[in-house]
Structures are given as structure tokens and as C-alpha cells.
């Protein structure tokens, strides 16, 4: 949902596709979205109504149709399936399939004719319906659209940072405040953050006193590399350190040695 207001021309250089504007121009939210009937109702749904005032209506066909047509071009099998591939023989990482789904995209607005359109373009439609019927398209801050839709949990202010799932995170409010200071002299406490589950570099603080604001927060310098370019679930594999055993103060034996003498 992020996707469709995002510029589709950084995206793409982002995996390696130089591309003009005009061959993948849509950049908007549209004045109602038909999604499948598990994702019209809900907080994302009150979001995208109070925020950008997007109302979901839920279709009865389309998404499971063209992952099914997705799934077949990949030639991907169930799990269960009789000569399904074992996990090893993958031969594409994330990036190198998502540059397969740019190109396919990018062929499907350029080049594939639609034979119910007069065998127009994808592309000479969307640029017809901007010159006519454009009035409903919505334009948004990419950042505040992806914040909006992301999932947010409960971090705890501790005096090494503001942490979630393990992770210290750090933000230009939470140091202006002392919040760590404060955290380490009068105990912690919780605030609300929303993140993205794909990729944990960064956080986002929300402010309940705004709620189209968010605070972005970066791992803290201690966080190490290790936990950098991670989802939330590959996150949650590493080993956790071990919290150093205070050693037991020594006994004396004073009062052994003494009976013993007796």
C-alpha cells in the first residue's frame, strides 16, 4: 500500500533500474482502493480513512488471481506439493526477485497491449485518465504514508537507548530531553513506536499529541553491527548475550577453622 505513493523512478534506481518518470508515473493514492476483504477493515483501514481519506472496499476477486499468475510466472510450488523445490536450490536473493517484478512491471506499462483497450498501452490509459478523470488522485509525503501503515508496538526508554525486540535506538527528541539520562536516575518507562518489520535499521517515535508526526530513530552506536539490515524475524535468531553471574562473596571460614581446632 506504501508502494503506490512512493516515486517509482527512486525506487527503481534503488535495484539498479535507471528509468524515466513517464514509464512508471503513478505516485498516488486513488480516491477508493478495492482490496481483499481481510485487509477492508481494521486500523489499517481507520488509517487510511482518517489520515488520507482513502476508503477500502473489499473485491471479491483480483488479489488471489494475480499471485496465483505471479506464483505461475516464478514457477513456484506449495511446500506440500509433489516436486515442490527444496529450500537450497533458491537461486534469487529479495533484491534480485524484486528487479524481476520491476522489469515485468515496467513491460506490462510499456509494451503490453491491451486487447479490451484497443489494444492500448497500460501506460496510454493512465496518461488519459490523468488528462480526463485525474481529480481523485491524491499526492502524500512517501515517509508519512509508509509511518502511517506501519505496525506499531511498545519500547521501553532505558538508559542505553529506546529499545524494541533487543535493539537501543536513538532520536534527536529523546537526546534533546535527556530521556536516557532521565531513564538511568529515576527508572524507565514506555512509548509507542511504529516500525518496519523488513528492515530494523530504523524506528519511528509517535507522538500521541500528533498523530501525522513521527520521530525517526536510528540504532544507537552500541547497537553493533550484527543486528544492521535485518528483518524483525532474523532479528529475533540471534543469540542473545548472557548476562554476567555476579560472583558469590567469599565466606569466611573463620569460624569452620576454629571449631575444627576445638
Not at 512508471?24 to 477493515?41: E, I, K, Q, V, Y
Request: net charge neutral; glycine share 6%.
Amino acid at each position: 500500500m506504501a508502494h503506490c505513493g512512493a516515486d517509482k523512478q527512486r525506487y527503481s534506481q534503488q535495484f539498479g533500474r535507471r528509468i524515466e518518470a513517464a514509464q512508471w508515473p503513478s505516485r498516488h493514492l486513488p480516491d477508493t482502493l478495492s482490496t481483499h476483504a481481510a485487509l477492508s477493515g481494521g486500523a489499517q483501514r481507520d488509517t487510511l480513512l482518517n489520515n488520507f481519506n482513502l476508503r477500502c472496499v473489499a473485491a471479491n476477486d483480483g488479489p488471489d488471481d494475480w499471485r496465483a499468475v505471479l506464483a505461475k510466472r516464478f514457477q513456484l510450488l506449495a511446500p506440500d506439493a509433489a516436486g515442490a523445490p527444496c529450500r537450497l536450490d533458491g537461486v534469487l536473493d529479495l533484491e534480485q526477485f524484486t528487479r524481476i517484478v520491476i522489469d515485468c512491471v515496467l513491460y506490462h506499462n510499456n509494451s503490453a497491449p491491451l486487447p479490451y483497450a484497443g489494444h492500448a498501452t497500460p501506460r496510454a490509459l493512465w496518461e488519459w485518465g490523468v488528462a480526463h478523470r485525474g481529480g481523485s488522485l491524491k499526492t502524500y509525503p512517501e515517509q508519512l504514508l509508509r509511518c502511517s501503515l506501519m505496525p506499531a508496538a511498545q519500547a521501553t526508554v532505558t538508559a542505553d537507548g529506546i529499545e524494541l525486540s533487543g535493539v537501543a535506538y536513538t532520536c534527536a527528541r529523546a537526546i534533546n530531553e535527556r530521556w536516557f539520562e532521565r531513564a538511568r536516575s529515576r527508572g524507565q518507562w514506555h512509548v509507542r513506536v511504529a516500525y518496519d518489520p523488513a528492515d530494523m535499521d530504523m524506528i519511528y517515535l509517535l507522538d500521541p499529541n500528533a498523530p501525522m508526526q513521527f520521530h525517526a530513530c536510528h540504532m544507537a552506536d552500541g547497537g553493533g553491527g550484527m543486528q544492521r539490515h535485518l528483518a524483525a524475524e532474523e532479528i529475533a535468531l540471534l543469540p542473545r548475550p548472557v548476562p554476567a553471574i555476579p560472583a558469590a562473596p567469599l565466606r569466611s571460614t573463620t569460624h569452620a577453622i576454629a571449631s575444627f581446632a576445638n
